[in-house]
């Protein structure tokens, strides 16, 4: 049986970097529209955390009973080191779905969004699916995708929306570097599996563009938000901010870069997760100063 701490492994807390920066940022823009709800807030935040710890405990039951997760050069898995039963992580990964639609409901009810009810069945059925089912689609290469459009747009939106602020352009333009700082992270994680998911059939977008060009499309998605920072300065001087994420992004992309794998890439994972909640934080400060200046 699993130890507390195990649990906690399981849930890989590695990840929190790309469950707060969406909030993080959806609340800078509505503190800038003047229209911040605290409690509003705090439920968005309690979504996110319960989502993505419910698609790591997911993804920990699918890759486990399938046998994928048996070689390993990452963290512990429970399912495939045996700590703890596939049932167990299952029913872990359900519940954590139960309080994110919990809190979603009621974020919903207090804002009259209702249509986002089908937004939300969307994230939990992405987040099911993505190592889930007979045909999961992180397999096929859509995982970065996925993760562009759940973690970027739609958290970081959503955030904004149930907290009766306007979508603005500044907002937008954010919510696109996150959602590619939160991909970033996910192909540095699957570059360091390439081996050991081709063998297993794991066709992500790592195994399919190869060693070389996950490492160019690394750099490109990291590199990216910090243009976006000069642009959004333009408009308004705060979000400058975000910048101050470059010397870590510069850092991250000379690493990857330089051609190291396997065990080497587990800090580079870290540190890109620093780099997301880095410019976030940056970008939020950024928002939330340019409409009160």
């Not at 939990?124 to 290469?141: D, E």
């Not at 970033?184 to 399919?208: S, Y």
């Not at 910048?243 to 080497?264: C, E, K, M, N, Y």
């Amino acid at each position: 049986m699993a130890t507390v701490a195990e649990w906690i492994e399981g849930a890989r807390p590695r990840t929190l970097p790309t469950m707060v920066s969406p909030v993080l940022v959806g609340c800078g823009a509505t503190i800038g529209a003047h229209a911040f709800g605290p409690w509003r807030a705090l439920l968005a935040l309690i979504v996110a955390l319960a989502l993505g710890v419910g698609v790591n405990y997911a993804n920990d039951y699918s890759d486990g009973i399938r046998g994928t997760d048996d070689e390993r050069v990452g963290p512990v898995r429970l399912v495939a080191s045996k700590l703890a039963s596939p049932e167990a992580v299952r029913t872990a990964a359900l519940a954590c779905f139960a309080i994110a639609g919990l809190a979603g409901l009621t974020l919903v009810s207090l804002s009259g969004t209702w249509w986002l009810i089908a937004v939300g069945a969307a994230c939990v059925l992405a987040a099911w699916f993505y190592t889930g089912g007979k045909r999961p689609y992180g397999y096929a290469g859509l995982g970065e995708l996925a993760v562009f459009v759940f973690y970027g747009p739609v958290a970081v939106l959503g955030t904004v929306i149930t907290q009766d602020a306007p979508v603005t352009a500044p907002a937008v333009v954010a919510s696109v570097g996150v959602g590619m700082l939160t991909s970033a992270v996910l192909v540095a994680n699957n570059l360091r599996d390439i081996p050991t998911d081709a063998a297993v059939g794991k066709r992500t977008l790592a195994v399919r563009l190869g060693d070389r060009d996950t490492r160019r499309l690394y750099a490109a998605i990291v590199l990216i938000p910090l243009l976006f920072s000069v642009v959004l300065a333009l408009l308004a001087w705060p979000l400058v901010l975000g910048l101050l994420a470059a010397p870590l992004a510069i850092s991250v992309t000379r690493t990857v870069r330089s051609g190291v794998g396997g065990r080497d890439l587990i800090p580079v994972l870290a540190k890109t997760g620093l780099l997301l909640l880095v410019w976030s934080a940056g970008t939020a400060v950024g928002l939330a100063l340019s409409g009160w200046l």
